[in-house]
């Protein structure tokens, strides 16, 4: 039985597209389980929390103690009062901290200090777990055009 | 390329209904662009698809509810335009019988076509962002798996209804 130059483009294709998309999503796993772990290998660590309200005043939690496995929303109930709704498939919408709540226009998004700089949450808060040493941001903002345009610039602590 | 009246009000109709699902609120990574884009090339030809995808994902990048594109445009533009011209590509090779291959034809195109589009435009990200293409790429699989399998079952079960509906709406 011989196969046509056109079935045999198509599952050429097909293939092609399985292999790169295992390759992908294997390395994907890959660098989540290396993240999980070296973020997970003592049972007690320490991150930095601050939490901008967006008026002026900042607050810092240097130091903060958590255990392996937290999320950044369980250590930031650790140190506040956090209102907030849980979404299916996507996590924790944060309402309100400290009694700030969302508003049209101004919401609580969450930071993450890297190599890079301040690079925002790519997850819901409930979805991320903390590591060693870490340092988070709280900021009360209009979207995030402010800290993007470098109108608000912390620096780690 | 001359249109007949029929033609253009059919393109434009297709056009405007591409560019209002681009905008309207969505999960992220499912859409429809491509879909239109694909069998506009089919039944329009090449060039109108590259057009039409380019122009969608032009006035995507301003308007879109996720942001701003910002200089990854150009990456958006090209790769919605490879699906129109793939689609003005394979369309010349479609005979008017209507068989179960064709489903699955349009199925793997479609799975094809939007990881090379994913491919594109997260290339355009690592290069603005001065970071490891590979490192993109694998950041963005969740996504990237969630567009291909989306779009491959979209490609697989519309395109050949919607080409014949063009088609008989164009009395063809």
């Not at chain 2, 007949?4 to 009000?9: E, F, N």
């Not at chain 2, 076509?113 to 790429?137: C, P, Q, R």
Request: glycine share 10%.
């Amino acid at each position: 039985m011989s196969i046509g130059k056109r079935t045999f483009l198509f599952v050429t294709l097909a293939l092609l597209v399985w292999s790169v998309l295992a390759s992908l999503i294997a390395g994907y796993y890959y660098y989540q389980y290396n993240d999980l772990f070296s973020k997970t290998h003592k049972p007690i660590i320490h991150v930095n929390l601050g939490i901008n309200y967006g008026n002026g005043t900042v607050q810092w939690f240097n130091q903060t103690k958590a255990r392996a496995g937290d999320t950044f929303l369980d250590v930031t109930m650790l140190i506040a009062t956090v209102n907030y709704t849980s979404t299916p498939g996507v996590g924790a919408w944060i309402n309100s901290i400290n009694n700030v709540t969302n508003t049209l226009t101004k919401y609580w998004y969450w930071w993450l200090w890297t190599a890079f700089g301040w690079v925002e949450g790519q997850v819901a808060a409930d979805r991320y777990i903390v590591g060693d040493d870490e340092t988070y941001y709280w900021y009360y903002e209009a979207y995030y055009f402010e800290f993007e345009t470098g109108k608000v610039k912390p620096t780690p602590p | 390329m001359r249109f007949q009246t029929r033609q253009l009000a059919l393109f434009c109709a297709l056009a405007a209904a591409s560019v209002g699902i681009q905008l309207a609120p969505r999960p992220p990574n499912i859409e429809f662009t491509s879909l239109i884009t694909f069998t506009v090339g089919i039944v329009f030809g090449w060039y109108m698809g590259a057009l039409l995808g380019g122009f969608v994902m032009f006035v995507n990048g301003f308007l879109s509810p996720w942001g701003l594109a910002g200089w990854n445009l150009p990456f958006q533009v090209v790769g919605m335009s490879i699906i129109g011209w793939v689609g003005g590509v394979y369309g010349k090779t479609l005979k008017k019988e209507v068989s179960a291959g064709l489903f699955i034809e349009a199925a793997v195109l479609g799975s094809f076509l939007t990881l090379v589009y994913d491919l594109i435009t997260n290339v355009g990200v690592a290069l603005l962002a001065e970071k490891a293409i590979v490192g993109v790429l694998i950041f963005g699989a969740a996504f990237s798996l969630l567009h291909v399998a989306s779009n491959t079952v979209l490609f697989g079960f519309a395109t050949v209804p919607v080409v014949n509906a063009i088609r008989k709406s164009l009395g063809r």
